[in-house]
């Protein structure tokens, strides 16, 4: 059977997999998730003296994830591609929304999450004890990031990116010319 790119399937499934499995810009950006993500989880473990599971996964708190992810991508992209090309401007609009949204939308759904927490347990005080139906559900309160832990998940994707292209040796695009 021959697939789209020419050569059998099975050529092309190792062709995919070589190239997902050395894709180095995917890496690193997953690698900067990553670190940010074990940040919180370490200052969780300080804080609150014990080990949270959601914070592997879970949104807000400090450092920003999205914002290292996004500006590790980004940097990484310019990089490769160059600084010029469409796919760095690109992934700088992504890295601007993603980072606005975090910082501003996601923050303020946040402190509107708190408000309903407070009128969800008054109500479940009221009437809950009567009628378990009437019970609200918890509300996740860790939805966005204050400009702080945004920026701080932004200089953790510079450095992972910066380090990425030291580790890696990932080659740029074209020779960069500073001034």
Request: aromatic share 10%.
């Amino acid at each position: 059977m021959t697939g789209c790119l020419g050569g059998n399937a099975t050529e092309v499934k190792m062709n995919f997999f070589e190239q997902l499995f050395s894709n180095t810009v995917l890496w690193c950006t997953v690698i900067a998730w990553g670190i940010a993500q074990l940040i919180k989880i370490i200052i969780t473990l300080v804080v609150e003296k014990r080990f949270k599971f959601e914070r592997i996964f879970g949104d807000g708190g400090m450092p920003s994830g999205h914002s290292a992810t996004v500006i590790c991508l980004g940097i990484l992209i310019g990089w490769t591609q160059g600084f010029g090309s469409p796919m760095f401007a690109l992934a700088t609009m992504l890295a601007i929304i993603v980072m606005n949204d975090a910082a501003g939308v996601r923050q303020e759904a946040g402190k509107h999450a708190a408000m309903l927490k407070v009128i969800g347990d008054a109500f479940n005080a009221m009437f809950a004890e009567k009628d378990e139906q009437v019970r609200t559900e918890k509300i996740k309160l860790l939805v966005g990031h204050t400009p702080l832990q945004v920026v701080a998940g932004a200089l953790l994707g510079l450095l992972v990116a910066i380090f990425g292209i030291w580790i890696f040796g990932i080659e740029p695009a074209v020779a960069l010319v500073m001034w």
